[in-house]
């Protein structure tokens, strides 16, 4: 197939090369086009603008940083919904918000072309593997159509309802994580307090009912201290703060995730903005 491809930072260069291992035909863009170098020494094509990448792509995928970015690549000038062509399928991995998920599809509905919002987890380690957990919102017959280059991407792929569900779910997925990170430097903390071997502790509690996700790929980067992005701090508080306002509206209150998120921006403004999640640890020291 021909598939555009936009943003290729941590995650998205690993599900480009899983395209192109595929032998499908890609096209990308990329603000910053030094990231896209190996992706066209693999066989990609690099052109300059989102509105090149609708004209050639009949899948596109998204995946860019913050909620600003996609509604510049889908509604900015030489946008993709400026030169999309009917019976498209543009599909936004990004964690962004579900009120834009909607509005993408509205208008893209409005052209004759389909829009999901899949929204992935997994960091780094799931991309470059391919099992990557993506949570889709939109119509459940394109998810079904799409399911075939999904499944290069992810191991758990669910569709999850209409446009903006895919969003909802992630949004379920950051709260979750935002208390757990704070669990897994706590307990690292204490490990050493009391004198015992962390990687020991690993051990013995990740296989446990105490085992998540964060524990096993993210605790053993803070005993290292490795704090090389996975998932930048900075992407992170920009979910939480999209969490954190849909529970406001709703009159939620998220005791655990508005921690969480006062931990982070701390650390963001000591300067850790561009470190990995697992940099939390650092908060404690």
Known sequence: MKIGFIGTG?????????????????????????????????????????????????????????????????FGDNGLLESVSA?????????????????????????????????????????????????????????????????????????????????HTKMCNQINIASNMIGVCESLIYAKKAGLDPENVLRSISTGAAGSWSLSNLAPRMIAEDFKPGFYIKHFIKDMKIAAEEAEAWGLKLPGLKLSLSMYEELADKGYGEKGTQALIDYFN
């Open 10 to 74: 941590v995650m998205g260069k690993s599900l480009v090369n899983h395209l192109l291992e595929e032998k499908h035909e890609v096209f990308l863009f990329t603000r910053t086009a030094k990231k896209a170098e190996s992706l066209v020494e693999a066989g990609a094509v690099l052109l300059d603008s989102p509105k090149q990448v609708a004209e050639k792509g009949e899948v596109i995928f998204t995946m860019v940083g913050y909620p600003a970015d996609v509604e510049e690549v889908y």
């Open 87 to 167: 019976g498209t399928i543009l599909v936004d991995m990004t964690t962004s918000k579900p009120s834009l998920a909607q509005r993408i599809y509205n208008t893209a509905a409005e052209k004759g072309v389909y829009a999901l919002d899949a929204p992935v987890s997994g960091g780094d380690i799931g991309a470059k593997n391919g099992v990557l957990s993506i949570m889709v919102g939109g119509d459940k017959q394109i998810f079904k159509q799409l399911s075939p280059l999904l499944d290069l991407f992810g191991e758990t792929i669910i569709y999850q309802g209409a446009a903006g569900a895919g969003q």
